[in-house]
């Protein structure tokens, strides 16, 4: 998976808490799940410092994807930092 992946379809099903974190889960399917449901959490911490911390977990993934999806989270997260600061 990349950051710019986009040709393979994802069934994304949004569930949002918000106490006492920010925190966001979603149910994860695609063709890197084997089509089988995984679950995508992110969670905002606040910092001392006035910055936030973002937790993202990927749970229930195969265990040949785990590389493919840390690159592609990774490449993500960078570019959603790049474009907040």
């Known amino acids: 998976m990349t950051a710019?992946?986009?040709s393979e379809p994802v069934l994304?099903?949004?569930?949002?808490i918000a106490a006492?974190?920010?925190r966001v889960f979603d149910a994860w399917?695609?063709?890197s799940t084997d089509g089988r449901p995984t679950t995508v959490s992110i969670e905002l911490r606040a910092r001392a410092d006035g910055t936030t911390d973002l937790l993202l977990?990927?749970?229930g993934l195969p265990e040949r994807t785990f590389d493919?999806?840390?690159h592609g989270w990774t490449a993500i997260v960078d570019t959603l930092k790049k474009i907040l600061t």
């Open 4 to 6: 710019d992946e986009s």
């Open 12 to 16: 994304i099903i949004r569930r949002t």
């Open 20 to 22: 006492p974190r920010e």
């Open 29 to 31: 399917i695609s063709g």
């Open 57 to 59: 977990t990927h749970r």
């Open 68 to 70: 493919a999806h840390e």
